[in-house]
């Protein structure tokens, strides 16, 4: 929270000094804050994880699980798409993607299941890997949204084709919270 803070007080005080017009200030910064800790509190859950017993654990199951979502959804969407999942936010997105990424997050769980967290039962590691899925794309969603109000495409260009950081840990930004609750509840 300290650093979030000292990046929004930063921002308001690059913009006071600013050559731009006064007109907007508000809304420049309110955009630039709102980006500032929707990134930095939901990242924040990620390093909670982290501190939590075996955290290291659940943070690599939730980049694998994720991660394998964002790339059955891609395959199966490119093989087999036909139906748009939110055509007006993103275009190329499938129900059929959709489906292919909530399968492969599924496995995955259970693959992971046996070499990380081997405590979780196989049901329960399959419906949180589905549903973590299923947030991360809600999350993807979200940022296509936010992208799309701005007029921006990608949010970077770190990798080609895929875009910067952001485009990268959209889903895992959403789904994060969703594994620290779950494991708090636990």
Do not use: N
Not at 9 to 23: C, G, I, K
């Amino acid at each position: 929270l300290f650093w979030t803070t000292l990046c929004i007080l930063a921002v308001m005080v690059t913009r006071l000094f600013s050559r731009r017009a006064v007109e907007g200030a508000l809304e420049d910064i309110a955009v630039t804050a709102a980006g500032i800790f929707y990134v930095a509190l939901l990242f924040g859950f990620q390093v909670a994880i982290l501190a939590g017993g075996p955290g290291k654990r659940w943070l690599v199951f939730l980049y694998v699980v994720v991660w394998a979502s964002d790339t059955g959804a891609y395959y199966v969407g490119t093989a087999f798409g036909r139906h748009r999942l939110y055509e007006k936010i993103s275009p190329k997105k499938s129900i059929e993607g959709l489906m292919g990424g909530l399968l492969a997050s599924m496995i995955i769980a259970l693959l992971c299941k046996v070499w990380l967290v081997p405590s979780v039962g196989l049901l329960e590691a399959a419906v949180l890997g589905a549903f973590l899925a299923a947030v991360g794309t809600v999350g993807d969603l979200v940022e296509s949204l936010i992208k799309r109000s701005a007029g921006v495409k990608d949010s970077g260009s770190l990798i080609p084709g895929h875009g910067g950081i952001l485009d990268r840990m959209d889903s895992m930004l959403f789904a994060a919270p969703v594994l620290f609750y779950y494991l708090r509840m636990r």
